[in-house]
């Protein structure tokens, strides 16, 4: 019994690597879409963040606004990136590749949670321009080991749970069109309502509440406690982590159970 | 156009001479097969088998239900009642093993363009567990039954119609399965990559014993390749049997398998299908052509 299990537990997580070798093998071949993505997180930074940090409407407590817009910057960019991935997911389906692969024995979780996770790796990028500016603007970062560990991990999770979340939608409404329409409604939406460029205290109470149960506010806390030197976190890294994983995991199931519908 | 020899026959109860000759094992056996979309039944009551090693070919017009049939037989699409196992194990009990058991050319193109031959094939014996030290000499068989070994590490979105659809034949039998579902395998191409495509078909089957269980539309590739045609109209087995059989079914004199289709297969135009259908079959057509 317990044998059984271990194995498709390690064929599981074989296979999801597999899946995500799959998409990271196009990247090397064409890593165009890499550079295109570098230029929207520098916009928001240089443009938006300078012009707010020198207006001086923000108060983000003890921390310059330039530092508390980046780990936002950066969660936003990774939002964006992951909530769009769900094209991919109809391209594929447009193709036979989608029905190729649910015709062969992988788990459908491991194809799911594959997929996300090279969303993830492909966002790293992300973090690797806000980086670049953050030191440019001056931004205090923590570059101790554990906290390069903690951005790492959570980017990864965050792109992963708003991919997953992005192919749940494109099973759901199947076509490109429709699919850019409600990829619109939503990231915008998320991103305001939650503590991006914003700190929720200066919400008023309803969309405080709104923040309070969008998983980006976690991502964001997470990110601005492990990138910047001195930062606190509001929430516990312990708590962010829970709310982040606990909605992939979900997120992941209910993408298993629907993207067999893409085969059809 | 009921009341015909080989029409509305349940090949087991009432089993046809021809198939009492040979010493036959069935490898995907169908029974009672329906599939319902709303009020619309795609697939009605369908019953028949195929033998393993035969090259059984289903044809019918446009939403006849072949393609239907196929997606439920590979596990895509759950029937809405009715049984069919593939390779021994039931489509609705056991779709893990009848995946391990099978392989699939989609009509659409299932390669990926932005990865090399070599990749492509390399990815699904992974996800077929081929052991990782027999993986690369697996691959490079594969890619030298279909004659792309000197293309294996080029990237697929520059290899023609027919060379894509080589490489999906490659990378759906990698795991050696025993029934190969293929989709109107040679749509869109022209007559030389037709041939080839079809060479490597017979090569596959001949070496492998693979069963070939595929849709046309064409039908001078059933009659020159299929040991067996099933005709679907409507949702329902029209007929079923050898080439010669079904010419021999309408009567005295000379008959082609055009006058067989039509007689079976109707002059009116089915129902199904629908728009998504003929959008796959037109653009894997220009992907291809």
Same mark, same amino acid.
């Given at each position: 019994?317990?044998?059984?299990? =271990?194995?498709?537990? &390690?064929?599981?997580?074989?296979?999801?690597?597999?899946?995500?070798?799959?998409?990271?093998?196009?990247?090397?071949?064409?890593?165009?879409?890499?550079?295109?993505?570098?230029?929207?997180?520098?916009?928001?930074?240089?443009?938006?963040?300078?012009?707010?940090?020198?207006?001086?409407?923000?108060?983000?407590?003890?921390?310059?606004?330039?530092?508390?817009?980046?780990?936002?910057?950066?969660?936003?960019?990774?939002?964006?990136?992951? =909530?769009?991935?769900?094209?991919?997911?109809?391209?594929?389906?447009?193709?036979? =590749?989608?029905?190729?692969?649910?015709?062969?024995?992988?788990?459908?979780?491991?194809?799911? %949670?594959?997929?996300?996770?090279?969303?993830?790796?492909?966002?790293?990028?992300?973090?690797?321009?806000?980086?670049?500016?953050?030191?440019?603007?001056?931004?205090?970062?923590?570059?101790?080991?554990?906290?390069?560990?903690?951005?790492?991990?959570?980017?990864?999770?965050?792109?992963?749970?708003?991919?997953?979340?992005?192919?749940?939608?494109?099973?759901?409404?199947?076509?490109?069109?429709?699919?850019?329409?409600?990829?619109?409604?939503?990231?915008?939406?998320?991103?305001?309502?939650?503590?991006?460029?914003?700190?929720?205290?200066?919400?008023?109470?309803?969309?405080?509440?709104?923040?309070?149960?969008?998983?980006?506010?976690?991502?964001?806390?997470?990110?601005?406690?492990?990138?910047?030197?001195?930062?606190?976190?509001?929430?516990? %890294?312990? =708590?962010?982590?829970?709310?982040?994983?606990? &909605?992939?995991?979900?997120?992941?199931?209910?993408?298993?159970?629907?993207?067999?519908?893409?085969?059809? | 156009?009921?009341?015909?020899?080989?029409?509305?026959?349940?090949?087991?109860?009432?089993?046809?001479?021809?198939?009492?000759?040979?010493?036959?094992?069935?490898?995907?056996? *169908?029974?009672?097969?329906?599939?319902?979309?709303?009020?619309?039944?795609? @697939? #009605?009551?369908?019953?028949?088998?195929?033998?393993?090693?035969?090259?059984?070919?289903?044809?019918?017009?446009?939403?006849?239900?072949?393609?239907?049939?196929?997606?439920?037989?590979?596990? /895509? /699409?759950?029937?809405?009642?009715?049984?069919?196992?593939?390779?021994?194990?039931?489509?609705?009990?056991? !779709?893990?093993?009848?995946?391990?058991? *099978?392989? +699939?050319? !989609?009509?659409?193109?299932?390669?990926?363009?932005? /990865?090399?031959?070599?990749?492509?094939?390399?990815?699904?014996?992974?996800?077929? #567990? *081929? !052991?990782?030290?027999?993986?690369?000499?697996?691959?490079?068989?594969?890619?030298?039954?279909?004659?792309?070994?000197?293309?294996?590490?080029?990237?697929?979105?520059? +290899?023609?119609?027919?060379?894509?659809?080589?490489?999906?034949?490659?990378?759906?039998?990698?795991?050696?399965?025993?029934?190969?579902?293929?989709?109107?395998?040679?749509?869109?191409?022209?007559?030389? $990559?037709?041939?080839? @495509?079809?060479?490597?078909?017979?090569?596959?089957?001949?070496?492998?014993?693979?069963?070939?269980?595929?849709?046309?539309? +064409?039908?001078?590739?059933?009659?020159?390749?299929?040991?067996?045609?099933?005709?679907?109209?409507?949702?329902?087995?029209?007929?079923?049997?050898?080439?010669?059989?079904?010419?021999?079914?309408?009567?005295?004199? #000379?008959?082609? /398998? #055009?006058?067989?289709?039509?007689?079976? $297969?109707?002059?009116?135009?089915? !129902?199904?299908?629908?728009?998504?259908?003929?959008?796959?079959?037109?653009?894997?057509?220009?992907?291809?052509?």
């Amino acid at each position: 019994m317990t044998d059984t299990f =271990i194995h498709s537990l &390690t064929g599981f997580i074989n296979k999801t690597f597999v899946i995500t070798e799959f998409e990271l093998r196009k990247l090397r071949h064409d890593f165009t879409e890499l550079i295109t993505r570098a230029l929207q997180p520098a916009l928001w930074l240089l443009i938006f963040g300078q012009v707010f940090a020198r207006s001086g409407m923000m108060h983000t407590g003890n921390i310059p606004y330039l530092d508390f817009i980046a780990p936002g910057i950066l969660a936003q960019s990774v939002l964006f990136v992951a =909530i769009f991935y769900g094209i991919n997911v109809i391209w594929e389906r447009d193709l036979g =590749i989608v029905q190729k692969f649910l015709v062969s024995p992988t788990p459908r979780a491991a194809l799911v %949670l594959g997929k996300g996770f090279s969303a993830g790796i492909r966002t790293l990028s992300q973090a690797i321009v806000v980086y670049g500016l953050s030191l440019l603007l001056g931004v205090k970062l923590d570059w101790s080991p554990l906290a390069l560990l903690n951005v790492f991990v959570v980017v990864v999770l965050a792109a992963t749970l708003f991919s997953t979340f992005s192919l749940i939608i494109a099973c759901i409404v199947k076509t490109r069109e429709r699919f850019m329409g409600v990829g619109q409604v939503l990231t915008m939406p998320l991103f305001f309502a939650s503590n991006a460029i914003y700190p929720t205290t200066i919400m008023p109470a309803w969309l405080r509440v709104i923040s309070h149960l969008n998983p980006l506010t976690y991502v964001v806390d997470a990110l601005r406690t492990s990138m910047l030197a001195g930062s606190t976190s509001v929430f516990g %890294l312990g =708590i962010d982590y829970a709310v982040i994983l606990t &909605t992939t995991i979900v997120l992941v199931l209910i993408g298993a159970r629907l993207y067999p519908q893409l085969g059809v | 156009m009921s009341a015909n020899i080989v029409c509305n026959c349940d090949p087991r109860k009432d089993p046809h001479p021809a198939y009492n000759l040979a010493v036959t094992t069935p490898v995907v056996e *169908i029974d009672n097969l329906s599939r319902r979309f709303g009020e619309f039944t795609a @697939v #009605d009551s369908l019953t028949l088998e195929a033998n393993a090693g035969e090259v059984f070919g289903l044809l019918g017009s446009n939403g006849a239900g072949k393609s239907t049939t196929i997606k439920m037989l590979t596990t /895509l /699409l759950p029937p809405s009642s009715g049984e069919a196992r593939v390779g021994g194990f039931s489509i609705t009990t056991q !779709p893990v093993e009848v995946r391990r058991a *099978i392989g +699939y050319v !989609p009509q659409a193109v299932s390669v990926d363009g932005s /990865l090399t031959g070599y990749e492509n094939l390399l990815i699904f014996s992974k996800l077929y #567990d *081929i !052991p990782h030290r027999e993986q690369e000499a697996r691959i490079r068989e594969q890619l030298n039954l279909v004659d792309l070994s000197r293309e294996a590490d080029r990237l697929v979105n520059q +290899y023609s119609g027919g060379m894509v659809r080589r490489l999906e034949i490659a990378q759906s039998t990698l795991h050696r399965p025993r029934v190969l579902f293929l989709d109107e395998p040679t749509v869109g191409l022209d007559p030389i $990559a037709r041939d080839a @495509v079809w060479k490597h078909l017979i090569d596959l089957k001949n070496n492998y014993g693979t069963t070939l269980f595929l849709t046309t539309h +064409y039908l001078e590739d059933a009659e020159s390749h299929c040991d067996r045609i099933a005709i679907m109209h409507m949702g329902k087995l029209a007929a079923l049997g050898t080439l010669k059989e079904l010419e021999v079914s309408l009567g005295s004199g #000379d008959h082609t /398998l #055009d006058e067989v289709f039509v007689y079976y $297969a109707g002059t009116t135009l089915d !129902p199904g299908g629908g728009f998504r259908d003929v959008s796959i079959e037109r653009t894997t057509e220009q992907r291809l052509g």
